[in-house]
């Protein structure tokens, strides 16, 4: 598959680029893609949420009521979970959600989802650009340029470019990225893929 190389302007420059088929032609596996989403958004979980038990409320350990006599079930502690302020049972503790994926899982996982992309005409390939003083209204003007004002963007670069990464920094649902930060989750998150003419080399020599 060719692509033609447009400009910050959305002019074609003239040049295309081949895609590599073994990375933006295969077929997508799609059960690589959710367990790749499903540990990016595990890792991003702090997992500090913490409940008391019987063992850790601050309550008397007084004796509820006499034993006999009520008609009602004994009762002991007032730190029982059957008591109004009592522990909790089985309550969450902080643990770590994370959890181990093979390498070459996640990446079929990203070939399949930039596959996904490719095929449904959502890649854009872009002639490397960059600004002389990081000022969103640059970069607005680039989004304006593509057509992508009211789509989520993902921009691919091929190396971390201050004033690029900050120029987009303060815009809703847009995000820039380089070669080595790409996942899977991003690319599925996006509506848009644009990618820079340095990145495609990049990308698929990371990922082939």
Not at 21 to 38: M, T
Not at 51 to 67: D, L
Not at 172 to 196: F, H, P, Q, R, W
């Amino acid at each position: 598959m060719e692509l033609k190389v447009v400009d910050i302007n959305g002019k074609e420059t003239g040049k295309s680029v081949k895609l590599n088929a073994s990375v933006f032609g295969i077929e997508p596996n799609e059960h690589s893609i959710y367990l790749d989403v499903k540990q990016f958004l595990a890792n991003a979980r702090q997992g500090t949420h913490k409940a008391k038990e019987r063992g850790e409320v601050n309550r008397t350990t007084k004796k509820h009521h006499k034993q006999k006599g009520t008609g009602g079930a004994r009762a002991g502690s007032m730190r029982s979970p059957i008591q109004r302020g009592g522990g909790t049972v089985f309550g969450p503790r902080p643990r770590n959600y994370g959890f181990k994926l093979n390498k070459k899982v996640k990446q079929l996982a990203r070939r399949s989802a930039l596959s996904m992309k490719a095929k449904s005409k959502a890649l854009t390939v872009l002639e490397d650009f960059t600004f002389d003083a990081p000022k969103t209204k640059s970069f607005l003007s680039v989004i304006d340029s593509l057509g992508l004002g009211d789509k989520k963007s993902l921009f691919v670069v091929a190396d971390y470019d201050k004033n690029v990464y900050l120029s987009s920094r303060n815009l809703t649902g847009v995000k820039v990225v380089n070669c080595s930060e790409l996942s899977t989750y991003d690319i599925m998150n996006a509506s848009a893929l644009v990618v820079s003419e340095g990145a495609i080399e990049k990308v698929t020599a990371i990922l082939s």
